[in-house]
């Protein structure tokens, strides 16, 4: 059975840079989007950016122009760079595909 895991969560200040990785176990098919979610302390998840199979990109809008989604289908792995962080960018970020969840890696942007 697939697995989600994600890692690169931490504490940065603003303005900082993360850069989340997300790998999965198991046989994944390529053509299927992979995404990025997150979920802020009270509030309900939400889409932060997705990629589908063939590398078209999509991204919430208060993340654009800031952060950066790319997978690696050999490595079977999703990436978000995320750059100019802000204290709302706070949140639990989880990695997405199909059906699928990781188990959240937290990102804190704080002074």
């Known amino acids: 059975q697939v697995q989600l895991v994600e890692s690169g969560g931490g504490l940065v200040q603003p303005g900082g840079s993360l850069r989340l990785s997300c790998v999965a176990s198991g046989s994944i098919f390529s053509f299927y989007s992979m995404g990025w979610y997150r979920q802020a302390s009270g509030k309900g998840r939400e889409l932060v950016a997705v990629v589908t199979g063939g590398g078209n990109t999509n991204y919430a809008d208060s993340v654009k122009g800031r952060f950066t989604i790319s997978r690696d289908h050999a490595k079977n792995s999703l990436y978000l760079q995320m750059n100019s962080l802000k204290p709302e960018d706070t949140a639990v970020y989880y990695c997405?595909?199909?059906?699928?969840w990781g188990q959240g890696t937290q990102v804190t942007v704080s002074s």
């Open positions: 997405n595909y199909r059906q699928l």
